[in-house]
């Protein structure tokens, strides 16, 4: 077989017995992306020689020996790009490797590639980057979801056996769940950010983009643990994730929230969603009817916090110490503010005026201390929750995927394409999308994802669950053509 359509497991067995070399895998890899990559527009950046260098001395006897693995470009990689989809960033190359790039290089995996995104992470459609939009694998004329599009993409479209991207407000689940792959956004504190590029600190996470919930277990495991260069990294134990897969999920308690199927809601997302749930309890879950009353509010108060936190975060670009600078700046705020209006997008300087805004004195208590209470009660719907529940299903997100250029006008719309990741980020948990079926649109099947909720630092549970139920269906092993 084609090694570029392998997954990771698959493609270790064959690395360790020596069937294939870690060079022939990457000589795959560029032999497909040659293929598909002008249509589906991924990366922002492809160094197949760096890649061949480091495969060639890649040790195929290590867990990851001569794996590779795409990655997000808002995670560093020692002497690559590090644009995070920005002009202000253009030129900036990355001075260390990132703890996660660290901890898959001592395994044997290699990076390669920076995949495409919204710029500094900010949207659901990957249509906010500077690189232009990255296209859905199933259909080219859709979005592939964001603000890792790239990552998805990438995966589901073959041009990469797996890939890392990072998830604030539903960027890892909504993409892999428009893509057809397996995202995973781990617990807060589960997965060091160190050389993550700061979007919104108290719910950024760095996780996995892979073919096979088992690929998504082996991948979080490599990344887990505690880093002293991130302080909210914590120092829980890192289980084998993989060993506990098999366990099924019979006498698993799945709670079904109703405030997430909704009157008006999409049709197919919700016919798809219950099928799911009938497959669960078919294979022995229970289900269990729980309410998160406070669901409605989540979108709202995170549009108050994570741009009150991007606004701090994003100050750091002032054209001095990365990236583009104005070449004529008058003096210092000259060169700053001339530097960041033609270095940002319109979305980041929509988040940066409405962050700034929401933390100024006379609006701090109205807005952002409002926000931050309601995000305690969103928390405390879960802790009521998992007193009746081990783990939450829901569907991933309420559509489809959508054109490109549908919901560029609208950044409501926009917005609402994250209404069911939310609150699991203003709430630290974690979260996992699996494919749970196509729907048809202009007669063109797209995938659907069908969303897991488990309990802070619960992935075990999260990943026996959808392991139980992706290898009681069919939907992982449906190929885009392209
Ligand atoms: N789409 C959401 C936003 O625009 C979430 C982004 C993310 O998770 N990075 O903020």
């Known amino acids: 077989m084609n090694p570029a359509f392998e997954n990771i497991t698959s493609l270790r067995a064959k690395l360790a017995a020596r069937d294939i070399t870690p060079t022939e895998v990457i000589e795959a890899l560029r032999a497909r992306c040659t293929q598909v990559e002008p249509s589906v527009s991924a990366f922002n950046h492809l160094d197949w020689d760096t890649a061949l260098r480091e495969a060639a001395t890649a040790d195929a006897s290590l867990p990851l020996g001569g794996v590779p693995i795409a990655i997000k470009d808002v995670i560093a990689v020692k002497g690559q790009p590090c644009t995070c989809s920005s002009k202000i960033l253009k030129g900036h190359t990355a001075v260390y490797d990132a703890g996660v790039i660290e901890r898959l290089r001592s395994l044997g995996a290699v990076p390669v590639g920076r995949c495409n995104m919204d710029e500094f992470a900010m949207g659901s459609s990957t249509e906010n980057s500077a690189d232009g939009p990255t296209r859905n694998p199933w259909d080219t004329s859709r979005i592939p979801g964001g603000s890792s599009g790239g990552s998805a993409a ?22 892999a769940a428009l893509c057809g792959c397996v995202g995973l956004k781990p617990t807060y504190g589960r997965v060091s950010r160190y050389g993550l590029v700061a979007f919104a600190s108290s719910l950024d996470q760095i996780g996995p983009f892979t073919k096979t919930v088992r690929d998504a277990a082996t991948l979080l495991g490599a990344i887990s643990g505690r880093d002293p260069r991130d302080c909210t990294s914590l120092d829980q134990p890192v289980p084998d994730y993989t060993a506990s897969l098999e366990q099924g999920v019979k006498g698993l308690r799945i709670g079904v929230p109703k405030e997430y199927f909704i009157e008006g809601m999409d049709k197919d997302v919700e016919q798809t969603t219950r099928q799911a749930l009938d497959q669960l309890a ?14 409605n509010y989540a979108l709202s108060s995170y549009y108050i916090i994570a741009p009150a936190e991007a606004s701090a975060n994003l100050a750091r670009f002032d054209g001095v110490r990365y990236g583009a600078r104005v070449p004529d700046g008058k003096d210092v705020l000259d ?55 081990d783990i939450i299903a829901t569907p991933t997100t309420p559509t489809p995927a959508f054109k490109l250029g549908e919901k560029t006008g609208d950044p409501i719309q926009m917005y609402l394409s994250d209404v069911f990741t939310i609150a699991v980020n203003m709430a630290g948990l974690c979260g996992l999308s699996l494919p749970c079926g196509f729907v048809q649109r202009d ?7 069908l969303q897991f909720i488990g309990k802070a630092f619960d992935e075990a549970t999260l990943l026996r669950a959808s392991h139980a139920y992706e290898q009681s269906t069919e939907w992982h092993t449906r190929r885009p053509v392209l």
């Open 154 to 175: 990438c995966v589901a479209a073959h041009e990469a056996i797996a890939s890392l991207g990072s998830d604030t407000g539903g960027s890892i689940r909504q993409p």
């Open 282 to 295: 078919k294979l022995g879950a229970e289900l269990v009817d729980i309410s998160l009353p406070h669901t």
């Open 335 to 389: 060169v700053y503010s001339r530097t960041r209006a033609l270095g940002f997008g319109n979305e980041v300087k929509r988040r940066i005026i409405l962050g700034t805004y929401v933390l100024s004195s006379g609006y701090y208590d109205a807005y952002y201390l409002r926000a931050q209470k309601v995000r305690t009660l969103i928390r405390k719907d879960f802790e009521e929750a998992w007193k009746k529940c």
């Open 443 to 449: 007669s063109t099947d797209l995938p659907l994802g």
